[in-house]
């Protein structure tokens, strides 16, 4: 498919892509989240077989590939949607980008394109959900005529060096609760280590005590627990996997017994950490000493001490979120129709992330849709 001297295709598997995809991406100059990593994808799409998928390459005059969008298509509310690969557990669903300045695209065209790989592959609407308005400083031109998210995404910038990073990420006052808490931690259960998950057993041990912890914390809220999902366990031991892994898993635990008291995991690249998921111990013998608090700040010193220049903790709102983070990352939810039935898919979108939105900030409605949540039984 050409348009004004550009070309498009598409690619409905990963062998066909992976050298170009990999290519792109391995490129210091290249504008990407860790999500839309090849890892990360594969990892993914090995727990969800069967998914359609239409990768989408748009090159330049010259061939050369500018913009590449991993999309799966699939029916819903009886028209076929096209949207970025990694469902709910990607934080952003941003194109991988070749430069900054094949991001400097206008988003009409953009949308233009995306609509004749609609045409020729019977796409109704491409639902483009947290897309991010910028991306380390360079506007997203998918980001069109977007409407705001429900929640936006919490970032910080780190510094070239370890500790004057968490002196700015963490106040005085805080650092010394750290410490207090920490001691407290140790006098209970003897010395703690930060650890990175380097092996399949570690990984293992970390995970198995994660998806503990996030039971009992889901029975206590009386809401269905996700992680109980084997697809989604696939999913993330995929991800861990391999020797560049997609997904990192750190944790905090006791020297001598081996005891996890918290688990952090996310998703990675060359130059950002993104937090995807994250747990502790529910024994109140625990909890009073924050783990959760302390693995993060040894979190952000091993990310800094690794040269990595940023640190996000995905979207969603949470206390621990705003005291440390100095970035809030815009995003907005995102529909290009193609087809009529497409224009009333986008439609219903909209109104429904503007629905979430006006929840999700207004403290009175959010507090009686979460008590409603807690009342109605957890399936299974």
């Not at 639902?127 to 929640?151: D, I, K, M, T, Y």
């Not at 898993?249 to 017994?257: G, H, I, K, P, R």
């Not at 937090?275 to 024994?283: A, I, N, P, V």
């Not at 039935?341 to 992330?353: H, N, P, T």
Request: aromatic share 8%; glycine share 8%; hydrophobic share 45%.
């Amino acid at each position: 498919m050409a348009r004004g001297g550009a070309t498009v295709e598409t690619f409905s598997d990963l062998a066909g892509v992976e050298a170009l995809w990999r290519g792109m991406e391995s490129d210091p100059g290249a504008l990407q989240t860790p999500y839309q990593r090849f890892d990360w994808v594969a990892a993914y799409l090995r727990a969800e077989p069967g998914i359609d998928l239409c990768i989408t390459v748009l090159r330049d005059a010259a061939g050369r590939p500018q913009v590449l969008v991993p999309l799966g298509v699939t029916r819903e509310q009886g028209v076929r949607v096209a949207r970025v690969i990694g469902a709910r557990h990607a934080n952003y669903h941003m194109p991988l980008f070749a430069s900054r300045e094949a991001a400097a695209m206008r988003p009409e065209d953009l949308a233009e394109r995306l609509r004749l790989v609609g045409r020729a592959r019977g796409i109704d609407v491409f639902a483009l959900s947290h897309q991010p308005r910028f991306w380390e400083g360079a506007a997203n031109p998918a980001h069109v005529r977007a409407e705001p998210a429900p929640s936006d995404g919490y970032g910080l910038i780190l510094g070239p060096d370890p500790e004057s990073t968490v002196k700015r990420v963490f106040s005085a006052d805080a650092r010394k609760k750290l410490r207090s808490k920490e001691k407290k931690l140790v006098e209970a259960f003897g010395p703690v280590a930060y650890r990175v998950a380097a092996t399949p057993g570690e990984a293992e041990t970390f995970l198995a005590a994660f998806y503990a912890q996030k039971a009992s914390r889901f029975a206590a809220m009386g809401v269905a627990n996700p992680y109980a999902d084997p697809a989604i366990r696939a999913f993330i031991a995929a991800g861990i996997a391999g020797e560049t892994p997609a997904i990192e898993v750190a944790a905090l635990v006791a020297e001598d017994t081996h005891r996890v008291f918290a688990v952090f995991a996310g998703a990675v690249d060359a130059m950002r950490y993104s937090g995807m998921m994250t747990s502790f111990d529910q024994d109140p013998a625990v909890g009073r000493s924050s783990p959760g608090d302390i693995l993060l700040h040894r979190l952000i010193l091993d990310q800094t001490a690794r040269g990595r220049r940023a640190f996000d903790l995905g979207v969603g709102e949470a206390r621990y979120k705003a005291n440390i983070c100095d970035e809030t990352i815009a995003l907005g939810e995102v529909a290009i129709p193609v087809t009529l039935g497409g224009r009333l898919f986008a439609w219903k979108a909209v109104g429904l992330a503007r629905l979430k939105r006006r929840i999700k900030r207004d403290p009175r409605l959010f507090g009686l849709v979460t008590r409603l949540r807690r009342r109605r039984p957890a399936p299974g």
